[in-house]
């Protein structure tokens, strides 16, 4: 059984940044697999936000080059989103995926002044 947790959700100011982390636990490597950060803003369909490869390549969405940072601590077990800039149109559910299959429950990011 695959276990993903996000945290470091929250409100924040535009122009801010946030950090978020997603644990996997259970029979999961993340060393081996494609792990990625996905969104769902309201009345939206669920878009990519970042994407690491197994061997460590990025992949971003455009709307967030040079916003975001995707990485990973495979000893952790874990991969984070560091967001910076963050702009209203951020707002969204963050969801953790793992080799696509697996997902988090989401962590909530709302950017407003």
């Known amino acids: 059984q695959v276990q993903l947790v996000e945290s470091g959700g929250g409100l924040v100011q535009p122009g801010g940044s946030l950090r978020l982390s997603c644990a996997a636990s259970?029979?999961?490597?993340?060393?081996?697999?494609?792990m990625g950060w996905y969104r769902q803003a309201p009345g939206k369909e669920r878009e990519l936000v970042a994407e690491?490869?197994?061997?460590?390549?990025?992949n971003y969405a455009d709307s967030v080059k040079g916003r975001f940072t995707i990485s990973r601590d495979n000893a952790k077990n874990t991969v984070y989103l560091q967001m910076n800039s963050l702009k209203p149109e951020d707002t969204a559910v963050y969801y953790c995926?793992?080799?696509?299959?697996?997902w988090g429950q989401g962590t909530q990011i709302t950017v407003s002044s």
């Open positions: 995926n793992a080799a696509g299959n697996h």
């Open positions: 690491t490869s197994s061997s460590g390549r990025a």
């Open positions: 259970g029979s999961i490597f993340i060393k081996f697999i494609s």
